[in-house]
């Protein structure tokens, strides 16, 4: 079932990102051909226009620091303590989801989608129903990222 509401989530983001790439581009041509089509207007550049267009959607990383065992953990912690269903104050390393917490298998899918978007790659769905603690997220993206002790 969460796999389920996952790939429905999943495939309901690219949408509504392709339409907004697709409402993007679509004003940018219709600009481009307004302004090149009037005599006045000939010399204009829409260039910056069109390159800060295409950069509102779009995210951009720094050099910053290395990832660390401990960064890892703030991330991941400080991502559970925005997510409204988690009480702070139970919240450890340890503490489960679903015994700990009071999560469903539906936060848990959000859960793992947050931690998704904050690490910038995609967990298996066979990976993420065996992240059940806080401490298994951090060890799964410390094994993704190369980072040991």
Not at 64 to 86: H, N, Q, S, W
Not at 109 to 128: K, L, T, Y
Request: proline share 3%.
């Amino acid at each position: 079932m969460a796999s389920l509401v996952r790939v429905v989530l999943r495939e309901s983001m690219l949408k509504s990102r392709f339409l907004r790439n697709v409402t993007v581009r679509t004003v940018i041509i219709a600009a481009h051909k307004n302004f090149t089509s009037t005599e006045k207007h000939k010399n204009y550049s829409i260039t910056p226009q069109i390159h800060s267009a295409l950069n509102t959607s779009k995210r951009l990383y720094s050099g910053g620091l290395p990832l660390t065992l401990e960064l890892i953990r703030e991330r991941v912690v400080l991502v559970l303590k925005l997510y409204d269903k988690i009480d702070p104050q139970k919240l450890t390393l340890e503490s489960h989801f679903m015994n700990d917490l009071g999560l469903d298998s539906l936060d848990h899918v959000e859960v793992i989608m947050a931690m998704e978007d904050e690490f910038g790659f995609e967990i298996p769905d066979s990976d993420a129903e065996k992240l059940l603690r806080p401490a298994d997220i951090v060890r799964y993206v410390a094994d993704k990222e190369d980072i040991y002790d």
